[in-house]
């Protein structure tokens, strides 16, 4: 199924959803969350979000920093998950490059200019409407991570749900989805899906394990969730992530047995051990005013349109960076992952 009419189509029903561009802000071995204060940290992240993240992250983050790499000009949070790298079969790496998902540019039209990022939502009910429920927003200080890099089974394919892959055929194709990495060389690349749990203990803006504040009843795909238990009982929005790697650029490089060459940057090649982690930093009230409206995806507003919420151009998103702290090679041909020193789990 492609994306392209369903984007659309469901754009028209739905109420009260964003969808957006971040471009990369930082590449690099930081992680404030599960590792705050360590420099580097155990292994390399994709960031896309505001210019205050670094090792050590406290209070308010959206009154922090001065830009975002996102398409709303009020969010300074940080979203990141792990890198992927190509292994070659002489044993070396090399990190694959993203890509802009479809739509995410003036109007709702393909901005193929935003550098490389991620696609994140905050949805309520599902893409038809946002039910009877008030969703509460995150508040300041809130953080929360999904997935772990030391799960490296499964006990099946349904596990896990709202990790997933999506072998692209094209960058429209949905709908296809595998817990693991895809096995088969990929038309458009591999899309990595990350969707968080929307259920908050209402109390605790985090937690030991940066998950048990938050409960689960994700079903993926963006459907309608199961209600929240008495344990957690505040639904926030439903925070989901997209990450476009463009594998194609190795599609002469395939390993001659046929075995799929990607792994993420903690040394996972089956996929299974896919995560990621949130830090909230939206200013003010916009992001609960946004949750208020009745707008959907670029109608709250796109890159160069003004909505509900404030926005900026795609040249403006893509000026943002972080200077990097951890100072080492993370795009070259490699030996091996940085901050890894043993053998890829396969």
């Given amino acids: 199924m492609k994306a392209a009419p369903f984007l659309l189509l469901q754009a028209g029903l739905a109420q009260a959803g964003l969808r957006f561009g971040c471009s990369s802000v930082s590449i690099q071995r930081l992680d404030p969350v599960v590792q705050p204060g360590q420099v580097p940290s155990a292994h390399v992240h994709q960031i896309v979000g505001g210019n205050a993240f670094n090792a050590t992250m406290r209070g308010d983050v959206g009154e922090q920093g001065t830009c975002t790499t996102c398409a709303y000009t009020e969010d300074f949070s940080n979203y990141w998950t792990a890198v992927m790298y190509f292994r070659h079969e002489n044993g070396s790496y090399k990190r694959v490059p993203q890509y802009p998902n479809a739509q995410l540019g003036y109007e709702g039209q393909d901005a193929p200019d935003i550098r490389g990022g991620m696609t994140i939502y905050y949805t309520q009910k599902d893409f038809n409407g946002n039910g009877d429920q008030h969703i509460t927003a995150f508040k300041p200080g809130f953080r929360m991570t999904v997935g772990s890099p030391t799960t490296s089974t499964i006990s099946n394919s349904s596990a896990q749900p709202g990790l997933r892959y999506t072998c692209l055929q094209t960058i429209l194709t949905r709908g296809a989805e595998t817990a693991g990495f895809p096995e088969k060389p990929c038309p458009a690349g591999i899309m990595a899906i990350h969707h968080f749990p929307a259920c908050w203990d209402g109390v605790n803006l985090d937690s030991p394990d940066h998950q048990s504040h938050m409960y689960s009843t994700t079903l993926g795909q963006f459907r309608e969730a199961a209600p929240c238990p008495a344990s957690h009982p505040v639904r926030v929005p439903q925070l989901a992530y997209e990450t476009m790697?463009?594998?194609?650029?190795?599609?002469?490089?395939?390993?001659?047995?046929?075995?799929?060459?990607?792994?993420?940057?903690?040394?996972?090649?089956?996929?299974?051990?896919?995560?990621?982690?949130?830090?909230?930093?939206?200013?003010?009230?916009?992001?609960?005013?946004?949750?208020?409206?009745?707008?959907?995806?670029?109608?709250?507003?796109?890159?160069?349109?003004?909505?509900?919420?404030?926005?900026?151009?795609?040249?403006?998103?893509?000026?943002?960076?972080?200077?990097?702290?951890?100072?080492?090679?993370?795009?070259?041909?490699?030996d091996q992952l940085p901050g890894q020193e043993v053998e890829v789990e396969v």
């Fill in 245 to 334: 790697w463009d594998t194609t650029v190795f599609a002469d490089m395939w390993p001659s047995d046929g075995s799929q060459p990607f792994v993420w940057s903690f040394m996972d090649g089956k996929g299974y051990g896919t995560h990621a982690d949130y830090m909230f930093g939206w200013k003010g009230d916009s992001l609960q005013r946004a949750m208020d409206d009745k707008c959907m995806f670029h109608a709250c507003g796109s890159p160069g349109m003004q909505g509900v919420l404030k926005t900026q151009t795609v040249a403006e998103m893509n000026r943002c960076a972080v200077q990097d702290t951890v100072v080492e090679d993370t795009e070259g041909w490699l």
